[in-house]
């Protein structure tokens, strides 16, 4: 019975921890196609003046600027109902990948 | 007849106006002198954001320069929301904002 009671408390607390979803930068090439489209297959040629380069720039500030689009915090045409389709493991994945990337962005003082 | 080509010649300086918004001519060696307000958390590698959430910073060396005044733009009006960018973003005429990308989407210094 004990047994139990603590198998199902880990449990718990496993899923708690799990909450919070591990970034799969593999996964996050799968879902790219569609950025890719607009951000250049390296994620650091944009096809379009006002569109950013993405290869190398920070996971979590990509994560944010995703969040706030899908929230509508971020307001823009393109990338708010981009956003709306992904969820929160999309998330992680996809700025876990374009943060893998090297291009041509760095830090500037 | 020639009221229906005066329209149509019209109707091309109205078209040709809007595709190309006058768009300030940046100098990146003005820009360099207009960082003080940016450099202090985008010039130091790994900077993060306290408020309202904690994320690294955008990396903005190498930056395409016309998603750079796009987001300054976005910050003025509120399209983006970050109380901080919003304040200094508010403070930049047009060429400021086009004198900053100039400098910054130089990454090659």
């Known amino acids: 019975m004990n047994k139990l009671l603590i198998a199902i408390i880990a449990g718990a607390g496993f899923a708690t921890a799990g909450d919070a979803v591990a970034a799969d ?29 993405l ?11 995703l969040r706030d689009y899908k929230k509508g ?36 003082y | 007849m020639k009221f229906r080509s005066l329209a149509i010649a019209g109707l091309f300086a109205v078209s040709a106006s809007v595709a190309v ?8 060696a003005a820009g360099k002198n207009k960082t003080a307000m940016c450099a202090g958390c985008h010039g130091i590698p790994g900077f993060r954001t306290a408020y309202p959430e904690i994320y690294q910073v955008p990396k903005l ?31 930049l005429t047009e060429q400021d904002m086009a004198d900053l990308a100039a400098y910054y989407a130089d990454a090659s210094k």
Request: glycine share 10%; net charge positive.
């Open chain 1, 55 to 65: 290869a190398g720039q920070p996971a979590d500030y990509l994560e944010k600027a």
């Open chain 1, 25 to 53: 930068a593999a996964a996050g090439k799968e879902k790219s196609q569609l950025c890719a489209a607009c951000h250049g297959p390296d994620g650091n040629s944009p096809m379009m003046p006002e569109y950013p380069k």
């Open chain 2, 21 to 28: 918004p006058l768009l300030a001519e940046g100098d990146p």
């Open chain 2, 61 to 91: 060396g190498g930056q395409n320069p016309g998603y750079i005044v796009a987001a300054l733009k976005a910050y003025k009006t509120g399209a983006r929301n970050h109380a901080t960018m919003k304040a200094i973003a508010s403070s």
């Open chain 1, 73 to 108: 915090a971020r307001k823009n045409p393109m990338m708010m109902p981009t956003a709306q389709g992904l969820s929160k493991q999309d998330i992680k994945d996809l700025a876990a990948y374009y943060a893998s990337l090297k291009g041509d962005l760095k830090v500037k």
